[in-house]
């Protein structure tokens, strides 16, 4: 199965898990560190989620992964908050985060520079376009390593 596949039917065996507990799912993803595997479930809410948000649905969510039981992998379940400088990774993430101020770096310099920050003015399915120093600027997504909110700007 596929790391996406994991990914997505992890997904959907915590939707309704995360409809009870009251809060939203953030993203999951399935990576290997180190020589380990870990599904993560990142969760949140209005007015950010506590350690008793996360072991609830940590609960709940190996008791169904225990159920369904589809990932091959030894693997570590870890849920958290996305926490302050989250990465955008889906649309979701970038439509719920224009008007905040991102760093964003490439993988190859543009104009001899890799690493940008500014406010998110918007995005489509190519590209993202960011406000440096009264400017917008439009970068191509698959042109950026990372994005996420900056902490101090």
Known sequence: MKKSE???RA?????????KCGVSIYDVEYVKEA?????????????????????DVNHALSDALDEDDFIE???????????LGRQLKKDRHFANSIGQDVELKLFKPKDGVKEFAGTLK???ETTVTVEINGTEEA????????????LDF
């Open 6 to 8: 994991i990914e997505a």
């Open 122 to 124: 918007g995005f489509d």
């Open 35 to 55: 020589g380990e595997w870990y599904l993560r479930a990142y969760i949140d809410k209005e007015g950010g989620v506590n350690i008793n948000d996360c072991v």
């Open 11 to 19: 997904e959907a065996l915590l939707a309704p898990i995360a409809d």
């Open 73 to 83: 992998d030894a693997y570590t379940l870890e849920v958290s908050s996305p926490g």
């Open 139 to 150: 970068f191509v997504r698959k042109e950026i390593s990372v994005i996420k909110l900056a």
